[in-house]
């Protein structure tokens, strides 16, 4: 089962403007985490936001967390070819267990 | 940060044939690890949760007879795709918590994948 939706599903922009990504989810949440994966890797974890916390943010990253209407966003600024990724967000549905994921935004970045 | 290694990253197999896929966690221990499934374009699917020296927790619709499951020490849990079916090709990815890193509400790390081909 998957906890998060993010929208848009794909996403196609230019070299230098910002890219925002949003995720709701279902049931309530202690953390909730942003991870990025390059076409046939792995997973690599971008940031993690807690519950209590509204906003973080991480060198070009920038997360939201609005737990009222169970939703984040995560804006990467001044974007980059390199940036070209699909991005998930995920939390735990309960602690020390797995990981559930969104179905991901895939991010195109053009020079 | 922390490593997990997972081998092999890509393997071509006939039907009917079994496939290991290893998965490690270097400079860790992981009493759990986790393993996902992915489809092209899609998103990663929990497929059980490895537990070192017990059995491993399977999620609904998972098959644990075809999805063999070890986790014989606390740095490798293998998966082991039995009698693999051409439906059964997918992009496998572990992964696993440091504890000492972030605890129960850390993050986790994953391998970089397998991509299973069944011909």
């Known amino acids: 089962s998957q906890q998060g939706e993010e929208d848009p599903q794909a996403l196609s922009i230019q070299e230098g403007e910002n890219a925002t990504m949003n995720c709701s989810y279902k049931t309530s949440i202690n953390n909730l985490q942003w991870y990025r994966q390059n076409s046939g890797r792995g997973l690599v974890h971008l940031i993690l936001i807690r519950s209590n916390e509204r906003e973080k943010h991480s060198g070009r990253l920038r997360v939201t967390l609005d737990t009222s209407k169970k939703s984040s966003s995560l804006l990467i600024t001044a974007s980059r070819a390199a940036d070209t990724a699909s991005y998930f967000c995920?939390?735990?549905?309960?602690?020390?267990?797995?990981?559930?994921f969104g179905k991901g935004t895939t991010l195109s970045v053009s020079s | 940060g922390a490593v997990v290694s997972q081998h092999p990253s890509r393997v071509i197999c006939k039907s009917g044939t079994s496939v290991k896929i290893e998965c490690r966690s270097l400079d860790f221990q992981a009493t759990t690890m986790f393993w996902y499934r992915q489809f092209p374009k899609k998103s990663l699917m929990l497929m059980a949760t490895?537990?070192?020296?017990?059995?491993?927790?399977?999620e609904q619709g998972v098959e644990k007879d075809k999805f063999l499951i070890n986790h014989a020490s606390l740095t490798l849990s293998t998966l082991t795709v039995t009698s693999a079916h051409p439906e059964d090709s997918s992009f496998y990815i572990c992964?696993?918590?440091?504890?000492?890193?972030?605890?129960?509400?850390?993050?986790?790390?994953f391998g970089e994948g397998s991509r299973l081909t069944v011909l």
């Open positions: 995920a939390s735990i549905r309960q602690a020390g267990t797995a990981l559930i």
């Open positions: 992964s696993a918590r440091d504890p000492s890193g972030g605890g129960t509400t850390g993050e986790l790390f």
């Open positions: 490895s537990n070192e020296g017990s059995k491993a927790t399977y």
